[in-house]
């Protein structure tokens, strides 16, 4: 796509966006084009039985949206939109995470609902899709962008949803952060993120007892008692202490089972 068409397809979005209100069918003659190509691409992944090759169709499709999308964001009143949330949708399939979110803000803030065939409104959708793409990458010894999941948080937090959804989202918040707990980590750092973790998997537990973390809090729990906080020397001054402290973070590694302060951190997720 040049970039001439690219300005176009963005001023068109903006003027066919901002002509619906709130919850408003956007009636133009662009909208319209969007709708077609859109139902041209669902065809195509229709047409595919592979769900790798779906996303990775995802992948290549989205960007023809983004002037669309880009449009709708920046002059869009609220005018109910099966272009913008479809993408929304294939954005997060396709891992564009900070790209869905972008949407997802605009969409919440609104109160815009998804095409039926989602079955969810929108911040539950949201919420679950992320949080289940999180756990999957955690659950074989990846990592996930713990910050894309404390926006997805803050986004959908006032929001309606089944408590067993916001639990998945806090227990993915909770081992995101403690997978950045690696061998030789600085004790002050290992024990900020230990209880950050604890506090988001106690929240997981409370919203649904049967969220699958308590030998996770457990696990933290040893580490925090095992690699307790340098305490400073009454006597020394302050430049000594705040010496002693580094040396003291920045120790070799012992082993998690003993007290010695450079313990590695524990393995965080359920066996």
């Known amino acids: 796509m040049t970039?001439?068409?690219?300005?176009?397809?963005?001023?068109?979005?903006?003027?066919?966006?901002?002509?619906?209100?709130?919850?408003?069918?956007?009636n133009a003659n662009a909208y319209e084009l969007m709708l077609a190509r859109l139902y041209e691409d669902k065809r195509r992944l229709k047409e595919l039985q592979s769900i790798e090759r779906k996303i990775e169709i995802k992948r290549q499709i989205v960007a023809d949206y983004a002037p669309w999308i880009d449009g709708v964001l920046e002059a869009g009143r609220g005018g109910q939109d099966a272009v913008l949330m479809?993408?929304?949708?294939?954005?997060?399939?396709?891992?564009?995470?900070?790209?869905?979110?972008?949407?997802?803000?605009?969409?919440?803030?609104?109160?815009?609902?998804?095409?039926?065939?989602?079955q969810r409104d929108t911040a539950t959708l949201v919420a679950e899709e992320i949080s289940d793409q999180a756990l999957?990458?955690?659950?074989t010894g990846g990592s996930f962008d713990a910050s894309v999941l404390d926006v997805t948080e803050q986004l959908t937090s006032s929001h309606d949803m089944?408590?067993?959804?916001?639990?998945?989202l806090q227990k993915a918040l909770g081992l995101s952060i403690a997978a950045l707990m690696k061998e030789g980590t600085p004790i002050a750092d290992g024990r900020r993120?230990?209880?950050?973790?604890?506090?988001?998997?106690?929240?997981?537990?409370?919203?649904?007892?049967?969220?699958?973390?308590?030998?996770?809090?457990?696990q933290?729990?040893?580490?925090?008692?095992?690699?307790?906080?340098?305490?400073?020397?009454?006597?020394?001054?302050?430049?000594?202490?705040?010496?002693?402290?580094?040396?003291a973070e920045t120790g070799a590694p012992g082993d998690a089972s003993t007290d010695q302060p450079g313990a590695p951190a524990p393995a965080t997720l359920e066996s």
Not at 198 to 203: A, D, G, K, T, V
């Open 193 to 218: 993120w230990a209880e950050q973790s604890i506090e988001h998997l106690r929240r997981a537990m409370q919203l649904h007892d049967r969220a699958g973390v308590k030998r996770n809090i457990e």
């Open 3 to 26: 970039i001439a068409r690219r300005h176009f397809q963005r001023v068109t979005a903006a003027e066919a966006s901002a002509s619906a209100e709130v919850g408003e069918p956007i």
């Open 86 to 118: 479809t993408v929304m949708v294939w954005r997060i399939d396709a891992g564009d995470h900070l790209g869905a979110l972008q949407i997802a803000d605009y969409a919440l803030r609104f109160g815009l609902v998804l095409p039926e065939q989602y």
């Open 136 to 139: 999957a990458a955690l659950s």
């Open 162 to 168: 089944p408590d067993e959804v916001r639990a998945k």
């Open 220 to 247: 933290l729990e040893r580490y925090l008692r095992n690699n307790p906080a340098p305490a400073p020397d009454a006597n020394a001054s302050s430049t000594d202490q705040a010496t002693q402290r580094t040396a």
